[in-house]
Structures are given as C-alpha cells and as structure tokens.
C-alpha cells in the first residue's frame, strides 16, 4: 500500500514539474516574442541573443535577473532594463552614473557603444544574478524552439494518455472488485436466507410430529 501511496507521489510530482517546465518554455518563448520577459516571484530568465555582452556573457547564454529597488545597483552591476528607443530588453553593464543619478550603461563587447540612453527608474528592469550556457540548453531554445516545443508537447501527450489510461484501469478495478464483493454479499445473503427457510420448514415438521 505504501509503496502505490509512494508511486503515485512520485509519479504525480513528475508530470506537475514537466507542467511547469513546459508552462515556462512557453510563455518565455511567447513574452520573448513580444519583447517581455516572464516573472516568477521576482525572477526572470531570457536567452541573450545579441553579441553585444561578449565576451563575458554569449549568444545563447541563459541569463537570470532578479528584481531589485532601483537605488540598490551598484557601478560594474549588469542589469536589465527596457529601451524606449529600440523597443526592447537589453542586458548591459553599469559604467556610471549622471547628474541626475540615473544610470549609464554599456556592452561589455569592445565594439560596442556606450547607450545613449541612460537606465532610469522607470525602465530598468533588475540586476543579473547569474547567466551562463546551462549545457547550451539556451543555444537550443534559440536555434530549435519550436523543434523543443514539438517533442515536449508530443511527451506531455503521452503521459496525459498513459495516465489516463492507468486511472481507467483503477477505476475497472475497483469497480470489478467493488461488483464482486457486492456479488459475494449477494450470494451470502441468499446461503442466509435458504438455511433460514430450511430450518423454519425442518421447523415445522417436527412440531407437525408433536
């Protein structure tokens, strides 16, 4: 008994966290579509896709932000925030502040510009915590994201039939044992019954013979 109480668990706890994998994938792929980026509790994830923060992090890179008060960034902090100008996310390093104690941001790439655009309370978004390729799991998102999407639909499928199937057969057997126990009952009522009715005939026999 324990051990099926320990399967289900088991079992049940997989295929929520397959769910979840699967919920993130997608609204990750559809946010980054539209140029947003998912929340969860704080934190966000996206997949850089632009050379502009080699070499420290790649195209492809996974990159993981959370959010935090604006006044808590400090120079040399590589945040997220959102440009008005090229309408997007981008993720850069602080160089500096300006007088207005905003601040000035720039690729960690020789080659690329300091932003024109200073990061202001109303579009910095938060700091990077961590980033890295994750066993180029962010490579993959971006070269075979519907490919991904496909496989991990098509295996969902499989274990929502395969579950489905597995409650029937539950469902027939319990079922089945519920019948054969009523069936058993049924046919102890009727044992009851018949020596009841032949020791009320043996019964009257013999009061007969008196």
Known sequence: MFKKILIYIISTLTILLFVLSIVVLIAGSILQKEQKLINVFGYSY???????????????DIIIAKQVAF???QVEDIIVFYSTEYQKYFV?????????NDYITKGDNPRAP???EPVTRDNFYGVVIKYGSFLSLGQLILKYRSLIFGVMMVIFLIIIISETITIIKNINEKNR???ENQLEQEKLKLLEEEEQRIRAEMESKRKNKN
């Open 71 to 73: 006044e808590e960034v």
């Open 92 to 100: 850069h390093r602080v160089i500096d502040k300006d007088e207005n």
């Open 46 to 60: 996206s997949v850089v896709a632009t050379e502009s923060m080699e070499p420290t992090i790649m195209v492809g």
């Open 177 to 179: 044992i519920k019948l």
């Open 114 to 116: 300091i932003d024109e």
